[in-house]
Each structure stands twice: as structure tokens, then as C-alpha cells.
């Protein structure tokens, strides 16, 4: 009404006398068509402003009420933030969520419990939160960092969590700001010709030529030519400042259709680049635009397939649901996540997500199309993999929980623990405390320990243990749980997952095990033999009574030790459990070609054998030992047993019985079978090594008249003192042996015959020269003398036993026919030379001596 008064004011003003008079009323007609112009351009953008305003609250509740209704599912109750993070997160969800609307949970106090999906996001400060958690729901203008928003506020049931979307107006105002900018450009060009036109009307001549000018001004910038026009020079009226208006409407213009044409060529890159496929419609519903992303969807290879096409009739598979979806878009004005199911060009379909834009202020529509076939398909085969695992976990033997510790109970009991514990799982789920006294006495500290000293630490935690139940029956059972600890975003303590396994009948095998266990360590620790046992990692397990008093070292010193080696041998060394534990079978081999190791007659896979040890006992001690594996029921070898015998008194014995049985009884000395064996080995190594080797014969002169002048008696101890003379004479090296009766033989090794001869010539003389004191048969004490012949013999190079043995016997008689107490020796050619008594040389060959002999 104010604009109408003016304008009928300067209607009257003009038939008014006085030209500056006209001009006066003209220039105030030109400002309040200006002022009216700026004041309808206020409103319209007030308007627009308000109806951004409130599409951004419509947009915001929307969004809200269909994250809570996707968000509504059993999970809720039991856990309502990771229900929101689920939903918000579903395709479903809606349009722009982390760029336009930004859903974020509180709780009561104002904490964030679940932080918006955007990292960094600037939210309100914490009075603010507090402000929105304790308020009612509904919709809250803020101020977040010096920029306007609007929040949408929802309450879960139970008042556990409060649900935030947040929304900012520049984030929206962006789009908008394209068909606000056009619309009031086209509103301002049109004023701007109005004023013109009533300046014309109202000026007549004065102003007529400035006004056309103006006016060509205003309709070149209409038409789209954007140049500023230049002011009118000289002017201070209304025209001069209508002018000077004009040029800068046209400057704002120029910038308004640069960030138009900027945010055209940003919307140009989204529109391509978007990895959903994207679509622009006109009124009619017909394609005029399509990305690459649709065409590729759609199977296209050519955009002109698409253009033109009816979207709701040509690209739903089924037309009810493309009738459903164009009724729809025309009730609401627009659509968001529509499930639909498309046809390609090649006839294929596939499921798909449809978002159109309103088209209110526009007479074409913006929609997204996204191929949501594959998640469908992950969706629906997780529903069968959660309804299979429901089945395998409902079916399994082993009890299966989650204990929430914000709720201090079960949130999920396996039907197994009805089972096992003879509750039924809800019973156990309705009664918290129930669990305690399920656990038996002795075993709640521990359990609650363990569980503590989970949710003291850091991050995620497994844990392991074992524990006894009571049951609904009054009996017991074992359990062995193992269970993880799940936290929230905040590292705080959250759930504790697990599995219980009942292990009774394996608890009462192990008991039976350790009670047969122990009744083999009785049985080892009495065992009269010395036995051993290492385990896998060569430790010694057993080490009974017998082997502490065979090898003096107590049992406390080497169990769970390596140190079996010590009693045995001076360095640290495997003993025969060891390699078998090993399966060293052929260092076993080798050690059996240098000792007496053979594999047992008595044990499958045993190694037995005998072996002398300097070190054990104050003489050293021979040892039998069998060593045998210890198998498990696959047949891998988990032990090693060995059993320690002392051979040293059988030793002892039997070396006894060797020389009792090579030895003479009365004599000492060896006896002619060893004689001969003797013989036999000393020929072998002297013709092997080229050394000499000398054979002397001994035979006591008149030995018969002998003893039967004394007795028999006295003949035995005349034999047993020759024989002690005969050890006096020889060498260290010499081996002496009595032949048969008074015959007696010495085997000089590395002796050549002039040895030889000496040895013999110091036994003659030591023989003559002693006084044998003698017993007679009546008991009568005597004394008397013998002498002795012998025979020497050295070993020719290709000689043989009885041929040496012959040539010194003949030596030997050849002295006795000499005379009796000489040495003869045999030399070569068989020619026998007898030395006079005192002599130690031989005489030289006949040729050889001297005239005067």
C-alpha cells in the first residue's frame, strides 16, 4: 500500500507548474521504485531463506525418524549404540548422511557416546549437549563455531540414549543458491524496467533521453549482456542514482552468475563423477541427462538410448511397482532409497536404491540410482550364515554366552547349560546371581579374579581357565572357559564373550592318569635295578632309589634337570635315552661299531649294551644299560626309559674264571692253551711289523729222582718257587707259561736271539743259584737246589708255530745231552749250539774262528 501511494503521488506531481518542481517529484518516484525494489528483493529472500529453513527441519526429522525406525530391532534393547551405528550406516538411511545430516548418540548426561560418522565434525559445545540430552525431542536452532544449524532431537525408550541429527544451512544453502540467485536476478532485471518505464512516464523530455538510455541499459543486461553501463555523468537526481544502481546490480549480477556458473560446473563434476548412477528428468518424467556411472549400469553404450526414455515405465522391471513409484513422487514430491528393481537394455535386472529430488521450484528432477544387488545378496546370505550359526550355537555341546557388564547379566545363554548345569538358560539369564552359586565354592575367587584382571587391561583380552560347577542335582562338574573381552570406542569394559566346554570325563581320565602316574613312580622307586626316564625336552622325570645308590647322586639334584650325563661322564654329553628320545638311529649305529651296542632282543626299538665307567665308584664300574622308547597312542615317542645294571662284581668274576681257566693252579702261571693263543698273536705282529720274536723252553733237570727223593709235595712247591725265579729273570714284556709238568716256555717278544740267549743265561744261573725250601710228605722241613736246561729259538720269516716250538725243544734236549743246566740255542740250517754255563754270547761260525781254537 505504501508503494501504491507513492506512485499515485507522483501521478498527481505531474501536471504540478515548474519544471524543477516535475523533476524534484520525478527523482522521488525513481527512489521509491528503487526502495520498493530492494524492499520486495528483502522479502523474496526472507521467503527463501524461510522455506530453506524449513526444509532443513523437515529434512533433519525425516532423516532422524527413519534412522530410529531402521535402528528398531531386538539389538536395541540390549544395545542401543551399536544399534544406531548399524542403522545409520544401512543404505536405507537416507540421503546425505555424513555430508548434510551428521546422527550422533548421547547419553543422559550429554556424553557422546556415539560420535557422528564424519571425523572432526564440529559439534556443540558440551553445555549445549547436556542442554539437548535432558531436553524433550523436537528440533533446536544452535550456533556451532559462529555457524547457524538446526538439530533434530529423538529419545530412545528407557531414556538410555538420545539421538542427534545436526544439520548445517550453508551445507544446503550451496544447492539452493543457484535457482535463488536466477530467480532474483530475473525479479531484479524486471523492477529495473519498471523503473524505467515509470521514469519515462513521469520525466516527459527531461528525463526521456537519460531514461532510454537507462532503459537499452536495463534490456542489454536483460538479454544477458552483463557489462556494467557507465553512470550518468553529472547527475544527483533520481535518474543519476538510478543509473549508478543499475551499475552495480549488474556488477552483483556479474558475480551472482560467476558463482552460479562455479557452482554449475561443481554440480557438473558430481553429477559425473558420482559413482551412483545419476539422472536429470523434466516435468513429464523423461531422461534429458544421464552420468556414466547410470549408462554402465543400465548396459548402455550410447547416452541417445536413454534420452527420452519414461523412467518409472521403461526401466522398472515390474510396472506396479513403477506405477507405486510415480504415485509416490507425485503425492510427496519427492522419493528417497525407493527399492525397486531395474531392467538393463539387454533385458537383465538388478535391485537398486532410487533418490529424486522436489521439484517445486523447478521443472526438472534430480535422482540417484545405486546398484545395491551384491549388498542385497551379502545381506540376504547373512541372514542365512546368522540363522546357521543361531543353529550350530543352539546345537553345540559347549555352553556359549555374552555377559554384559553394564547389565550385570547374561545377554545370551547357549541352550547347552541346561545340559551341563541342569538350569534352564533363561533362568539363568533371569538370575544373575544364580551364576555364583552355580560356580562351586572353592573355585568363585578365582573365577572373579580372572575376569577382573581381564577388565583391568588394555584392549581386547582372552582369557583361559578352568573351574568346578555345582549343578541343579548336587553333583560337580568341571568346566574349561575360554572367553574375550570386548570393549566400546572409549576403551571401557563391554561384554565378555566365551565358551565353556565341560571336561569332566577328561578331568577323570587326567585323575586316573596321575593315579597311574604315581603308581608307576611307586613301582620305579622299588624297583631293585637303576632306571631312568627322560621326558620330551630331555629332562629327567624319574631317577629311582636304585640309581641314587648306584651312581650316589640324590634324586632332588637332576629331576627336571639335563644333568643325566654327570654321574657318568666328566663333559656334558648324551647318554643312550637321549638319542633315542632323538631318533638318532644311525649316531646310535656308529656309537655300536665302537662299543658293545646291539639293538634289544627283548624291547621293540631298545638299544642295549655294556660299558665301563672310570668315573662312577672309587674303581670305576662296568654298566649294562637298555635304553627303549616310551610311546604315546599314535606311536610318537613322548619318554625315554633306561635301566642301569653293575657288572662290576660279574666282572670280577668272570675275569676270575678267564684266568682260572688260562692259568696254572699251582704255578701262577699261564697254562699252555694260552701259551699257544699267545703265540698265535705275537707271530702275527712280529711277521706283519718285521720284529723279532724269540721262543725259550725250560725243562728242571732230574725232576723225577727229584720227587722221589722228596715227595710229591715238595716237587709242587720246587715248581711254584722255580716259577717265581722264572718271573724274577724275564723281562716286564715276557709272557711265561708252564708247558706240561716240569717243561716250562718264556715268548720274548722284540727279542733277536743274542737277547734271548741273555734272558735264558740269567734264568739257568738264578735257578742254580737258589735254595728251595721244601716240606717233605712226612711234614719234615728241607732244603735243596735244582738246575734247569732250556733251549732258545728266534722266528724265521716264513715259520710257523709248531716249527719254532720244535726248534727250541731241540735246542732244550740238545743242552740236556750236553750235560744238563746249560742253554742250548738253535740256529740256522737247523744246527743246535750249547753255550758253556757264564757264557752270554754265541760262539761265531766255524769258519769264523781263530786258528788256535
Given at each position: ?22 523533476g ?7 527512489l ?14 526472507l521467503?527463501?531463506?524461510?522455506y ?10 525425516g532423516?532422524?525418524?527413519?534412522v ?5 530391532s ?24 555424513g555430508?548434510?545430516?551428521?546422527t550422533?548418540?548421547l ?9 557422528p560418522?564424519?571425523p ?10 547436556a542442554?539437548?540430552a535432558?531436553?524433550?525431542p ?6 556451532i563455531q559462529?555457524?547457524?544449524a538446526?538439530a533434530?532431537v529423538?529419545?530412545?525408550p528407557?531414556?538410555?540414549?538420545v ?16 535457482p535463488?540467485?536466477r530467480?532474483?536476478?530475473?525479479a531484479?532485471?524486471?523492477l ?8 519515462a512516464f ?5 528525463i ?27 547527475r ?18 556479474q558475480?551472482?552468475?560467476?558463482q552460479a ?10 553429477f ?7 539422472f536429470?528428468t523434466?516435468?513429464?518424467?523423461r ?13 548402455c553404450?550410447d ?21 507405486l ?5 507425485a503425492?510427496q ?10 531392467r ?8 537398486a ?14 535422482g540417484?540410482?545405486r546398484?545395491?544387488?551384491?549388498m ?18 543352539d ?20 541352550t ?6 541342569g538350569y534352564?538358560?533363561?533362568?539363568l ?11 562351586h ?6 573365577v ?12 581386547p ?5 578352568e573351574?568346578r560347577i ?7 562338574r ?5 572367553s574375550?573381552?570386548?570393549r ?15 571336561i ?6 587326567e ?10 613312580e ?7 635295578a637303576?632306571v631312568m626316564v627322560?621326558d620330551?625336552?630331555h ?10 645308590a648306584?651312581?650316589g ?16 661322564y ?28 646291539k ?23 662296568y ?12 606311536g610318537r615317542?613322548v ?6 645294571v653293575?657288572?662290576t ?17 699251582l704255578?701262577?702261571l699261564y697254562?699252555?692253551r694260552?701259551?699257544y693263543a699267545?703265540l ?11 720284529l723279532p ?13 727229584f ?8 716237587g ?5 718257587q ?6 724274577r ?7 711265561c707259561?708252564?708247558y ?10 722284540h ?20 735254595v728251595?725250601?721244601l ?29 719254532l ?14 750235560g ?7 740256529l740256522?740250517?737247523g744246527?743246535?749250539q750249547?753255550?758253556p754255563r757264564?757264557t752270554?754270547a ?12
Amino acid at each position: 500500500m505504501r508503494l501504491e501511494g507513492r506512485l499515485v503521488t507522483a501521478a498527481s506531481d505531474k501536471h504540478s507548474p515548474g519544471q524543477g518542481k516535475r523533476g524534484r517529484h520525478g527523482g522521488s518516484l525513481v527512489l521509491a521504485v528503487v526502495v520498493a525494489t530492494l524492499v520486495l528483493l528483502s522479502m523474496q529472500y526472507l521467503f527463501a531463506m524461510g522455506y530453506l529453513e524449513a526444509h532443513v527441519q523437515d529434512h533433519l526429522e525425516g532423516h532422524l525418524r527413519q534412522v530410529l525406525n531402521l535402528a528398531r530391532s531386538p539389538a536395541m534393547a540390549s544395545d542401543p549404540a551399536q544399534a544406531l551405528r548399524r542403522a545409520r550406516e544401512d543404505p536405507l538411511a537416507g540421503y546425505g548422511e555424513g555430508r548434510l545430516v551428521h546422527t550422533y548418540g548421547l547419553d543422559p548426561s550429554g556424553r557422546v557416546l556415539v560420535p557422528p560418522r564424519r571425523p572432526g565434525l564440529a559439534l556443540p559445545p558440551p553445555a549445549v549437549l547436556a542442554g539437548l540430552a535432558r531436553g524433550g525431542p523436537g528440533g533446536r536452532e544452535l550456533t556451532i563455531q559462529g555457524r547457524p544449524a538446526w538439530a533434530a532431537v529423538e529419545r530412545l525408550p528407557g531414556g538410555g540414549l538420545v539421538v542427534v541429527s545436526q544439520g548445517f544451512f550453508t551445507d544446503y544453502l550451496q544447492p539452493a543458491l543457484g535457482p535463488l540467485i536466477r530467480s532474483s536476478l530475473l525479479a531484479t532485471l524486471g523492477l529495473v524496467v519498471l523503473i524505467v518505464l515509470l521514469g519515462a512516464f513521469v520525466a516527459r523530455r527531461r528525463i526521456s533521453r537519460p531514461l532510454r538510455r537507462l532503459t537499452a541499459e536495463a534490456e542489454r543486461v536483460a538479454s544477458g549482456d552483463l557489462t556494467p553501463p557507465p553512470p550518468l555523468a553529472g547527475r544527483g537526481d533520481e535518474l543519476g542514482r538510478l543509473s549508478l544502481a543499475l551499475n552495480h546490480m549488474t556488477l552483483a549480477a556479474q558475480r551472482m552468475v560467476g558463482q552460479a556458473a562455479l557452482e554449475q560446473a561443481r554440480f557438473q563434476r558430481l553429477f559425473n563423477d558420482s559413482k551412483d548412477g545419476a539422472f536429470i528428468t523434466d516435468q513429464q518424467g523423461r531422461l534429458v541427462e544421464v552420468n556414466e556411472a547410470l549408462m554402465e549400469m543400465l548396459g548402455c553404450t550410447d547416452r541417445a538410448q536413454l534420452m527420452g526414455k519414461d523412467q518409472a515405465r521403461e526401466l522398472f522391471l515390474d510396472p506396479e511397482e513403477g506405477r507405486l513409484y510415480g504415485d509416490t513422487l507425485a503425492a510427496q514430491g519427492y522419493v528417497q532409497d525407493f527399492p525397486a528393481v531395474l531392467r538393463r537394455l539387454d533385458g537383465s535386472s538388478f535391485e537398486a536404491l532410487l533418490t529424486v529430488t522436489d521439484a517445486k521450484q523447478s521443472h526438472i528432477r534430480f535422482g540417484l540410482i545405486r546398484d545395491v544387488t551384491r549388498m542385497r545378496a551379502a545381506q540376504r546370505a547373512l541372514v542365512e550364515s546368522e540363522a546357521r550359526y543361531r543353529r550350530l550355537v543352539d546345537n553345540a555341546p559347549d555352553i556359549i554366552y555374552r555377559w554384559s557388564f553394564e547389565q550385570n547379566r547374561f545377554e545370551y545363554l547357549s541352550t547347552s547349560a541346561q545340559e551341563i548345569t541342569g538350569y534352564s538358560p533363561q533362568r539363568l539369564v533371569d538370575s544373575p546371581a544364580l551364576l555364583w552359586q552355580v560356580v562351586h565354592p572353592e573355585d568363585r575367587r578365582r573365577v572373579r579374579r580372572q575376569w577382573l584382571r581381564l577388565m583391568r587391561g588394555r584392549g581386547p583380552a582372552v582369557g583361559q581357565q578352568e573351574f568346578r560347577i555345582l549343578t541343579a542335582e548336587g553333583g560337580a562338574r568341571w568346566l574349561m572357559e575360554r572367553s574375550i573381552l570386548l570393549r566400546d570406542e572409549l576403551d571401557h569394559p563391554l561384554a565378555l564373550e566365551g565358551i565353556a566346554t565341560d571336561i569332566t570325563d577328561r578331568k577323570l581320565v587326567e585323575l586316573e592318569l596321575v593315579r597311574g602316574q604315581q603308581m608307576v613312580e611307586d613301582t620305579l622307586q622299588g624297583l631293585p635295578a637303576a632306571v631312568m626316564v627322560l621326558d620330551r625336552e630331555h629332562k629327567v622325570a624319574h631317577w629311582n632309589r636304585a640309581l641314587e645308590a648306584l651312581t650316589g647322586v640324590p634324586a632332588e639334584q637332576v629331576v627336571g634337570s639335563n644333568r643325566q650325563w654327570h654321574p657318568f661322564y666328566p663333559q656334558a654329553q648324551p647318554v643312550l635315552a637321549d638319542l633315542i628320545l632323538e631318533g638318532q638311529d644311525e649316531q646310535i649305529k656308529h656309537l655300536a661299531e665302537a662299543e658293545s651296542i646291539k639293538p634289544s632282543k627283548l624291547v621293540e626299538g631298545g638299544w642295549e649294551g655294556e660299558g665301563f665307567y672310570p668315573g662312577l665308584g672309587e674303581k670305576g664300574t662296568y654298566l649294562y644299560f637298555l635304553a627303549a622308547p616310551i610311546r604315546d597312542a599314535e606311536g610318537r615317542v613322548v619318554r625315554a626309559v633306561e635301566t642301569l645294571v653293575d657288572l662290576t662284581d660279574k666282572r670280577s668274576l668272570e675275569q676270575e674264571l678267564v684266568k682260572l681257566s688260562v692259568t696254572d693252579n699251582l704255578t701262577g702261571l699261564y697254562n699252555q692253551r694260552f701259551f699257544y693263543a699267545s703265540l698265535g698273536r705275537e707271530m702275527e705282529t712280529s711277521q706283519r711289523y718285521d720284529l723279532p720274536l724269540s721262543l725259550l723252553m725250560a725243562d728242571i733237570d732230574l725232576f723225577k729222582s727229584f720227587n722221589d727223593s722228596f715227595g710229591h709235595l715238595a716237587g709242587d712247591q720246587a715248581l711254584s718257587q722255580f716259577a717265581e725265579v722264572l718271573g724274577r729273570c724275564v723281562r716286564g714284556m715276557d709272557l711265561c707259561c708252564r708247558y706240561g709238568g716240569e717243561e716250562f716256555v718264556v715268548l720274548l717278544p722284540h727279542a733277536a736271539l743274542p737277547e734271548a740267549m741273555k734272558v735264558a743265561e740269567r734264568v739257568r744261573a738264578g735257578v742254580a743259584g737258589t735254595v728251595l725250601q721244601l716240606e717233605t710228605n712226612e711234614g719234615q722241613r728241607t732244603t735243596s737246589r735244582i738246575t734247569v736246561s732250556l733251549g732258545v729259538a728266534t722266528l724265521g720269516a716264513k715259520e710257523d708255530a709248531q716249527e719254532l716250538v720244535r726248534r727250541a725243544d731241540a735246542a732244550l734236549y740238545a743242552a740236556k745231552e750236553a750235560g744238563r743246566n746249560l742253554v742250548g740255542a738253535s740256529l740256522a740250517e737247523g744246527q743246535v749250539q750249547v753255550l758253556p754255563r757264564g757264557t752270554l754270547a754265541l760262539a761265531p761260525p766255524p769258519e769264523e774262528q781263530p786258528a788256535s781254537a
